[in-house]
């Protein structure tokens, strides 16, 4: 059964960091692209970044570019998302997503998602 488990999220001030995780079991992540997306209350869900399968390229949000990395561990079958210099407007509930097609990731509309992990930036 093919399951992705978000976590490390949590609450930090304004300009700290956070390191997400999306570990994956019953696949093996890199096989497949993966994507981070957050929704924030009373917004749609938005795409953050992606990391294709075997290429490894990556690609971000405007939003985060500069700010957030994403990685992959496939010793580990892990995807991370690095998060630094958060602002008050990264506070969402971040999801992983994985599919066998990044073009799915990037329209996304990916075929696996994780449960999610509260992200909140707050003084």
């Known amino acids: 059964q093919l399951q992705l488990v978000e976590s490390g999220g949590g609450l930090v001030q304004p300009g700290g960091s956070l390191r997400l995780a999306c570990a994956a079991s019953?696949?093996?992540?890199?096989?497949?692209?993966i994507g981070w997306f957050r929704q924030a209350p009373g917004k749609h869900r938005e795409g953050v970044s992606c990391i294709d399968s075997r290429s490894g390229v990556t690609d971000y949000a405007d939003s985060v570019k500069g700010r957030f990395t994403i990685s992959r561990d496939n010793a580990k079958n892990t995807v991370y998302l690095q998060m630094n210099s958060l602002k008050p407007e990264d506070t969402a509930v971040y999801y992983c997503?994985?599919?066998?097609?990044?073009?799915?990731?990037?329209?996304?509309?990916?075929?696996?998602w994780g449960q999610g992990t509260q992200v909140t930036v707050s003084s």
């Open positions: 019953g696949f093996t992540l890199e096989d497949y692209a």
């Open positions: 997503a994985a599919d066998e097609s990044a073009d799915r990731v990037r329209l996304e509309v990916p075929d696996y």
